[in-house]
């Protein structure tokens, strides 16, 4: 039994979260085009008849301006200590920049790094091949893979390339278990994807969404969360005019939570304003961020 943990690194926006659902065929991982998304380390385990891999995605790795962003970061690259594959996506319709270089310089260039060009659907064969050239010489990638996350190409060739590294051993986890995360974190994440897919661009990522109360029974889910913005002008603009839009974000991920646990979903939301709270290292522990 081929088995490992393969850490998925890259800058924001460069399809990770992406990557993990597609390969799970799972919703596991909230995707937005928001800059910092993915605020925790989730894990995806993968199981076929001749291999278990867990499939680590990571928050964006950028330069840090918050106290945040450094936790960020500092999530993001001890998270491939354990490691036995890297995947270090780029997003290959924009090429490597200077972002993705600030990464490659802190990768252990003895450890197993593959280089993963995502969003090749945007690109024709003879910019794929030129991208490959670019990139070849700019660290000692163990493998260069080719694929397209959203459209699902070349991800059976990526998991078979990954397999030939993996050490030998036994399963880490049972063949049920296909997730770290818990309800209630799934139940925020799911929120916080859809306000933040409904937002336009005055709208940071300064949101996040924490669930207060998750209740089960067996036909209903009650569950309240909050959102949490760092300034009351975002409140009016989360909450819309006579509340539509804090309505639209609630009755979406009421629905996706439906399918996702089987069960009626009630769903309240509340928003709050937290001055400045991704600088207070107090706040961030107690919306369970730092972990």
Sequence with gaps: MKIGYVNLVGRPNTGKSTLLNSIMGEHLAIVSDKVGTTRNIIDGVYNDKDSQIVFVDTPGIHKPVTLLDKMLNKKSFNASINTTVTLFLVDGSKGIGKGDKYILDKLDKESTVFLVINKIDNMDKENIIKEIDKAKDLFPFKEIVPISASKKRNIDELIKTIKKYLPEGDKFYEDDTYTNISSRFLASEVLREKLLNLTNKEVP????????????????????????????????????KNGTLIKEAGTEAREDLEKIFGKKIYLESFVKVLDNWRDEKKIIEDLNLDE
């Excluded at 924490?210 to 760092?230: C, H």
């Design 205 to 240: 990522y300064t949101i996040t969404c924490y669930t207060e109360e998750f209740k089960e029974t067996n036909n209903l889910i009650r569950i309240k969360v909050d959102v949490i913005v760092d300034r009351k002008n975002l409140k009016k603009i989360i909450i819309g």
